[in-house]
Structures are given as C-alpha cells and as structure tokens.
C-alpha cells in the first residue's frame, strides 16, 4: 500500500510538482465520487423503465391441458403519442405573440375509458365500445392500437349510451336508455335514422343477419324487442311486462340485460335478475333455459353480457362474481375464468362480452378499471390438432422396443463327429 505522507517528503524542494500531484491526489476521490453518483444514476434511470411483461403464458385451462382460451392484450386510453405534452406560461405566451397559436387553443385531452359497457367489432376487426361516462364511443384499431372517436353533441347527441351491435354492412346501432332510443349510423359513423317504437329503457342488442332481426332488450319493460333490422318496423315482443321485474316463469324476464344469436337463429338472453339464460328461436318460441342462483360452477350472480364464438359456444359475463363462463348451446358448462381483481384475465366491475369470430377473439368491458380485455379462443378444430400433434410427439419420444437377433440362416445343429481312427501299431 503506498505512503501517501513519504511521497509528499521525497517531493518537498520541488513546490510546483508538489502542488500539481496535490491537486491530482485531491482530484481522484471527486473523480471516483462522481463515476458512481453517474453510474448509480443510471442505476437509478434504468430501473424506472418499466419491464416488458410476457403475456403469452396466461391460458386457460392451465398446461399441461391444451389452452382454450389465451389473453392477448387490453385497450384503455388513446396512445400517449397523441396527446400533446402541456405547455409552459412562457411558450404559450410566445406563441401568442408570434401569431402561431391562438388564444383560445387549449391541450389536446387524454381521453381514456371512464364507464365502458356495450362493444361491437366491425369487418376490419375495429371494436367499438360505448362509455356511458365519457359520453362517447371510443374505437380501437385492435393492430396499431389507434383509436378513433364518435363524440357527443359532435357526430350525434347521446345521454346514456349502453348497447352497441354492428350488421354485416358495417351498421352501427347504439342504445341509449337516457332518450330512449337506439340510433342508426352509417359506416362513415354519421348518424341516419333512429328507432324509438314501444322502447322506454333499451340495453342489449343483438342483429340476426340470416333473418334479418334486430333485437334490443328493455330493462324496464322486462322484454325484447323484435325490429326488422332494415325497415326497424317492430315486428313482436318477447316476454311479459308490467309485474315490477318479479317473473320468473318460462320464456318471462326480470331486467333482462345482453342478448346474442347462434348461427342457427337462435337468440340467448342474460335474464339478469332471474340469473339464468333463456333461449328462444328465430320467431320467438321458447325453447330452454340454464342457471340459477349460487355461486359454484355453472351457477350466476346477475349475469349481464352474453355471446357465441364461432364454434356455437355460449359465453356469459357474471357482474357479481366477476367471472366469465363458457357453455354448451344446451347449457353444459365447459369452462370458467376470471375473479374480482386487476390481474389480466381477471375483472372489477365486469358488464359485458363481446366476439369476433373472424379472429376468434373475444373481449370483455370492465367498470371500475375503464378497460376492455382481448383474449384469443382457440377453435374446436385448433385443438383437436394440438391434441394429435402432442400425441404424435408423444409416440416418436417414446423409447422403442429392442429388436430380436436375427436367427442364423438355416442354421443346423452341430453333427457328433465320428471318434478319430487310432493308427495300428
């Protein structure tokens, strides 16, 4: 180790040398100091980036079971990059004075989920999700993550908006209980008719595009309504009204809330207060029902959003219990996800489900976060492939049996020799 004090003795008589090695000696701890003040901040800078968190483990039913159901991804806000970062006084000020902005210009609003509920998809996978809070109807490009908007007293007047269902023509119909209609829009989103027949609190919708139906759940007169999906004439009404939300007999309603239709026609109704799901044919005849009250598999705690993939499942949102259930069209429980939290997968406040079932996806609308869940289904088919793949796999890994010597080629037992013939004497 060296001495400082017997190097500063050995340099004395030279006065300039010894203050430039002082100042070196004293430099080197600030030197030191500031390197790992510098690397402890960037210690401290690359910590605050967030890490990238993999996703692509989080299915349904948990491995080694072939996944079903895979969470991708979730929409919430416009992306940051179209928000404008605020102004100070000063720039705002000499902008002002520069003639460049004007007065009255103000920051462009993050705009962000507040109360989502209703969603529809589009033929270019667009999902449209009506927010009751934020007055609008906020439109997210599922592959960019852009997003568009429909707003109020803008492109139309809304007061409560809350069902949304999409045609075959890129239709857009929207609920809206607080004036008690739904609107029309075109697929340019300009508002072109609007229905209002018979309705005092319209919710869920649903289109039957085969038969041309468009049908819209009113909570208030515990029935569905049954329009002609092109001319909106009212063509019957589904249920009883008038006895308060307290029926609770065959093909009746109390507050019924999502509505959705098969392949075949058939139309699936949430009948909330009744925790059940209801069926009924295209021309409104009262096939079967499933559930009640509980809270183990199968059952429903005020089941609000309904939809069928593309293999005819049936999914049900559950309010209540915060989870989402996957049936049968005969109401055979297959699978169940989710649980009150902020987890992906699970849900606070969950409202309503919705399918694409171009892309086999399936999105949810949750409250109390303000956000909408996608989640990948994997098809009946797709599984049945990875079934025969992992057999496949299984069968060439396992360890094959030896294999038997070949038996030696007509091989004859050894013939006694014959004793060796002594030579006579």
């Known amino acids: 180790m060296f001495d400082v004090r017997k190097i500063f003795t050995n340099i004395r008589p030279a006065v300039g040398v010894t203050s430039l090695l002082l100042a070196l000696l004293l430099a080197l701890p600030f030197t030191a100091n500031a390197g790992s003040s510098k690397k402890k901040k960037n210690d401290a800078t690359a910590s605050k980036t967030p890490p990238k968190i993999d996703y692509s483990n989080i299915v ?129 989103h300009k508002a072109e008719d609007v229905i209002t027949e018979g309705l005092v609190e319209p919710s869920g919708l649903a289109i039957d595009t085969q038969n041309r139906l468009l049908y819209v759940s009113d909570v208030n007169l515990d029935q569905v309504f049954v329009f002609d999906a092109d001319t909106f004439k009212l063509l019957r009404k589904i249920g009883t009204t008038g006895h308060n939300h307290e029926l609770t007999g065959p093909g009746d309603f109390a507050k019924p809330t999502g509505v959705a239709v098969d392949k075949e026609g058939n139309l699936y109704v949430a009948d909330t207060l009744n925790n059940r799901i209801e069926v009924f044919d295209a021309d409104g005849v009262y096939l079967r029902t499933w559930g009640k009250n509980g809270d183990g598999p199968g059952y429903f705690a005020r089941p609000k959003g309904v939809t069928i993939d593309s293999d005819g499942h049936v999914w049900v949102a559950d309010g209540m219990q915060d989870r989402v259930q996957v049936f049968t069209n005969e109401g055979q429980l297959l699978i169940a996800m989710g649980g009150h939290g902020l987890l992906p997968g699970q849900f606070q406040g969950l409202v309503n489900i919705a399918s694409d079932n171009r892309r086999n996806r399936i999105y949810t609308s949750e409250i109390y976060p303000g956000r909408v869940q996608e989640f990948r289904y994997v098809t009946d088919a797709e599984a049945d492939q990875l079934r025969k793949e992992r057999e496949q796999m299984r069968a060439e890994s396992a360890p094959q049996p030896a294999s038997k010597p070949a038996a030696a080629a007509e091989a004859k037992p050894p013939q006694a020799q014959p004793p060796a013939e002594v030579p006579p004497k």
């Open 60 to 188: 349904w039913p948990n491995p080694p079971a072939i996944a079903r159901i895979r969470y991708l991804a979730f929409y919430s806000a416009q992306p940051l990059k179209d928000v404008q970062a605020p102004k100070t006084a000063k720039e705002s000020w000499m902008d002002r004075l520069a003639g460049t902005t004007p007065q009255s210009e103000s920051t462009k609003v993050l705009f962000q989920l507040g109360q989502p509920y209703g969603m529809a998809v589009d033929s270019k996978s667009k999902v449209y999700v009506a927010d009751s809070k934020v007055g609008a109807i906020f439109i997210f490009n599922t592959e960019t993550r852009d997003v568009e908007m429909i707003k109020n007293k803008v492109e139309a007047h809304f007061v409560r908006i809350i069902g949304l269902a999409m045609d075959d023509n890129d239709r857009l119909f929207v609920s809206d209980p607080g004036l008690r209609h739904v609107l029309v829009f075109n697929p340019q």
